[in-house]
């Protein structure tokens, strides 16, 4: 889905113009000036090396350089450096075009082209809200009762949706189409924290739990390699060794939600008036019935690979066709309602590993990292060293936290996959370990900026007027709160794989 | 949209899918188990033999789809019980959800871990799963910690399957397919990877001939020199009672005996020792050397360095790892073979299908490090190894015996 300001969906948008102030001003100049000198300095730096690299690895180290610079100072949307990379690549000769562009050519990319087009017809049918408001009727009348369907919502399309902001911008109107039929009191504030964090973390919160919850989980797998793509690549091995850390999500949440909940003002659903716009809504449309059949079809169809032995990239991409056959989707769900950025950011980070085996630059990684890499004995922590997992992660998550104020979720993930994956040679573990601690980490936000979710629900209530509903200093603790979770769902995670014998 | 329409795009549909789905159902699926990563020189060494069956036999290519999954055991961080418990659950996971008609297991690690949990449904001797789970155990640390020691028991059960699944062994290192319990199943199929030992005995003798000088300065005897599992296999068993008898060689060289070297100190001392006695020393493995603080390449440089006399070696990596020569046995034959034998498995008579014994000898030739001593071996080894892609001319990168 793409969001309201046609933004890319797993990155965040452009920083806001009515920030003004001498360091909002200077920001994108220096940033710019980054993008230019960066390169060349390294580049350089790297050449003047008593034994240098490659021309070509230089080159493309210099490209990236570039990139980083860009996403750094967030000077345009995260899919123009990604695809900037790849225009270099082989605009400089450092890899063939078969090898600069193979992303266009990956599973990842036809699984989410299919899945997008599936999900803008779900988006255009209405289904979501029709089922929403099923569920207002059916569910006790409660103030968690909103919170629930939003987080229901969220967490069930994370199964079946690769796009967290995706999410996000289906469930947005939700929100607030479940507290239109709250009567304004003049001078009374409503606190809509708690749905804020539903709607925010139900888009967010269990997006690596599921293979397909987040287009980042399908690079994981293109970078890791063909054995991991055996073990993991399909949705149930995916989310079998998921469980433990889905358990704790889901606490974290109901802990979060316990005490968001506690004081709230919002009052309970009027289920007399959800009735009346159930009515309104009429029976079933052809688009709603066609939306549940693709869906239905779709998951069942991921859930039986081992009877028909058709990838699911393939299966996505069909479906999407055939939605197309049955004119259940219209050439306006593509053009309105499928992320094309997103998409292409996708292709460009799928890119990555072949242009970097091309450039054999992941064992050049490897071979320089090896000093390093020996006196943290990393081996040992698989057996001998258990115990002292939890500090490593915890080390793990202060440094991501870090790295997440400066970069987005995407390329910070894919600049730390691609820096640690050695690390899991050495620890003789999967690279999905190791992806699936690293994704966990940094989806995980604090600050509006550092998420299209949190952005977009921020921009929606700013235009609804609504920016003075909330609590800032509980949405920051929540926020940390459910960092914290996340790391605490790792952790869980590796008894549990220890247990599962899944390293 | 009209009825008839549905049911005219529904059919369409229904035979878009349905003709892939029934392509792939009449194709004979198989799973190749390999030891080691895809990287290493005996998994690319079998790929090429499996390659060339295909290439040979387009009929047979044709309906069969090949897929690949490497253990990755070559690394030495993987080579614990934790590891193990894992591979074998991801293996289990991946025959039981794609259900092959045969798997090919490639190397020792695949037939211990993987092999027999696949033979043992199929037969009612259970004795050799029980001496398995201690072999893994002894091997990957499982025995030292009581929770893995019985997960792996637990683990290392048979795979229930509801079809016959049939099985070739490739590379079979041990003296008898038994050990793994192979003949209890009339579904199993291999080839055994022991040391040609007149191809080692020639190679020796070509190599004392190459040697400059007189026989005073040329070595009197030739030591093997091994990780315990090495010595303990039943190749350097054989090559032992085969080179040890008086007037084995046909040059003046004595049989200098075995020994073994479970520590890096003890190895650093075995090499000065067969200096001392005017020794040559053949390799014969090295892996329980490898750690975190010692690669194969410092341990077969070092001892290239350290050497008074020319080293051969028996190992795949041998040359890779920075020697000079190595002989090992054709992993592109173990694939060939093993090929051939799945499509005698998979024919209507698999009953005559057995074990077979492999020929093809391989060569792999470091021609600086020759240099270095100058030794001039006959043309014929720079060409054979040239031919088995394990030809090299690097210059030693160990400044000397340090």
Redesign the interface.
């Known amino acids: 889905m793409q969001q309201p300001d046609g933004g890319n969906i797993i990155t965040e948008p452009l920083p806001t113009p009515n920030r003004q102030g001498l360091l909002a001003t200077l920001r994108p100049h220096a940033g710019w000036l980054l993008s230019i000198i960066l390169p060349l300095l390294i580049y350089f730096a790297l050449k003047g090396l008593s034994a240098p690299l490659p021309e070509n690895s230089l080159r493309f180290i210099a490209i990236i350089a570039m990139a980083t610079a860009m996403w750094v100072f967030r000077l345009t949307h995260a899919f123009v450096p990604a695809l900037l990379i790849l225009l270099m690549t082989v605009l400089l000769d450092v890899a063939p075009r078969s090898v600069a562009f193979s992303g266009f050519t990956s599973e990842a990319f036809f699984l989410c082209l299919g899945i997008f087009i599936m999900a803008a017809q779900v988006f255009s049918s209405g289904l979501l809200t029709r089922f929403s408001l099923i569920l207002l009727r059916i569910l006790p009348k409660t103030r968690f009762s909103r919170n629930l369907i939003l987080f229901l919502n969220g967490g069930l399309l994370s199964a079946v949706l690769p796009s967290p902001v995706g999410r996000a911008a289906l469930l947005t109107p939700l929100t607030f189409e479940l507290i239109d039929d709250i009567p304004r009191v003049r001078d009374q504030k409503l606190d809509l924290t708690p749905l804020l964090i539903s709607l925010t973390h139900g888009a967010t919160l269990l997006s690596v739990v599921f293979l397909i919850g987040n287009p980042l989980n399908l690079i994981l797998l293109d970078l890791a390699g063909n054995e991991t793509r055996k073990n993991f690549g399909e949705w149930i091995n995916w989310f079998t060794p998921s469980k433990a850390a889905l358990l704790v999500l889901i606490l974290g949440w109901l802990l979060a939600m316990l005490f968001l909940t506690i004081n709230n003002n919002l009052p309970s659903v009027d289920k007399e008036k959800v009735k009346k716009r159930l009515a309104n809504m009429g029976s079933i449309t052809r688009h709603e019935i066609g939306a549940v059949l693709a869906l239905l079809v779709f998951v069942a169809s991921a859930l039986t690979i081992n009877l028909h032995h058709i990838p699911l990239a393939w299966i996505a991409f069909g479906m999407g066709l055939i939605l197309y056959l049955y004119d259940v989707a219209t050439p306006q769900d593509l053009r309105a309602n499928v992320d094309w950025g997103t998409l292409l950011f996708i292709a460009a980070l799928a890119s990555w590993q072949p242009i970097m085996e091309y450039l054999k630059l992941d064992k050049t990684l490897i071979a320089s990292l090896r000093t390093s890499l020996d006196s943290l004995q990393l081996a040992s922590y698989v057996d001998q060293k258990f115990g002292q997992i939890p500090f490593l992660i915890l080390a793990l998550t202060a440094g991501i936290v870090l790295i997440r104020f400066l970069l987005p979720g995407g390329p910070a993930f894919i600049i730390l996959m691609t820096a640690l994956i050695p690390i899991t040679n050495d620890a003789g573990i999967s690279p999905w370990t190791l992806g699936f601690t690293i994704l966990m980490l940094s989806e995980g936000f604090i600050l509006p900026y550092q998420h299209g979710a949190y952005t977009q629900a921020m921009t929606e209530l700013e235009q609804r007027n609504l920016l003075t509903c909330y609590s800032p200093r509980k949405l920051f603790f929540a926020n940390m709160f459910l960092m914290l979770t996340r790391t605490a769902a790792v952790i869980v995670s590796f008894w549990y794989w220890r247990y599962i014998s899944t390293f | 949209?009209d009825k008839t329409k549905?049911f005219l795009?529904t059919i369409?549909?229904a035979l878009?899918?349905g003709i892939?789905?029934s392509i792939?159902?009449s194709q004979t699926d198989i799973l190749v188990i390999h030891s080691d990563s895809?990287d290493s020189t005996s998994a690319k060494e079998i790929n090429r033999g499996l390659e060339m069956y295909l290439n040979d036999n387009p009929d047979f290519a044709n309906k069969v789809s090949l897929e690949?999954?490497?253990l990755?055991m070559d690394?030495?961080?993987?080579?614990?019980?934790?590891?193990y418990?894992?591979e074998?659950?991801?293996t289990k996971?991946?025959v039981s959800?794609?259900?092959p008609d045969l798997v090919i297991l490639s190397g020792d690690i695949s037939q211990r871990l993987i092999g027999i949990l696949l033979v043992a449904p199929q037969s009612s001797n259970k004795s050799y799963l029980k001496n398995n789970v201690k072999w893994l155990s002894e091997h990957g640390?499982c025995a030292k910690?009581n929770d893995a020691k019985k997960?792996l028991s637990i683990?290392a059960a048979p795979i229930t399957l509801n079809y016959p699944l049939k099985i070739v062994f490739a590379g079979v290192t041990t003296d008898d397919a038994q050990e793994y319990g192979y003949y209890e199943s009339t579904l199993t199929a291999g080839i055994y990877k022991h040391l040609f030992i007149p191809a080692v005995k020639s190679t020796i003798e070509d190599l004392y001939n190459a040697i400059p000088g007189e026989t005073d300065v040329k070595p009197t005897g030739i030591i093997v020199i091994g990780d315990p599992a090495s010595i303990a296999s039943p190749s350097i068993q054989k090559l032992k009672s085969e080179l040890a008898k008086k007037n084995a060689f046909d040059v003046p060289l004595k049989w200098n005996g075995l020994q073994k070297a479970s520590k890096w100190e003890d190895w650093q001392k075995l090499i000065q020792a067969a200096k001392a006695h005017n020794s040559m020393v053949f390799i014969a493995g090295y892996s329980d050397l490898i750690s975190?603080?010692l690669t194969g390449k410092q341990i077969v440089q070092w001892t290239e360095a350290c050497s008074k006399f020319p080293v051969l070696g028996s190992v795949d990596s041998f040359i890779a790892d920075g020697g000079m020569l190595s002989i090992t046995m054709s992993g592109q034959e173990q694939g060939v073979t093993a090929l051939y034998l799945a499509s005698q498995l998979l024919s209507d008579q698999p009953e005559s299908v057995s074990f077979e014994e492999a020929k093809q000898f391989r060569i792999g030739m470091n021609k600086s490090l020759l240099a270095d001593r100058q030794i001039s071996l006959p043309f014929i080894y720079e060409s054979y190894s040239r031919e088995s892609d394990n030809f090299r001319d690097e210059p030693s990168q160990v400044p000397g015996c340090q």
């Not at chain 2, 690394?75 to 590891?83: A, F, M, S, T, Y």
């Open positions: 949209m549905t795009i369409l549909v878009l899918f892939p789905i792939g159902k895809a690949h999954y490497y990755d690394n030495p961080n993987r080579q614990k019980c934790e590891i418990l894992t074998i659950q991801n996971n991946l959800d794609q259900k640390g910690n997960k683990q975190d603080e």
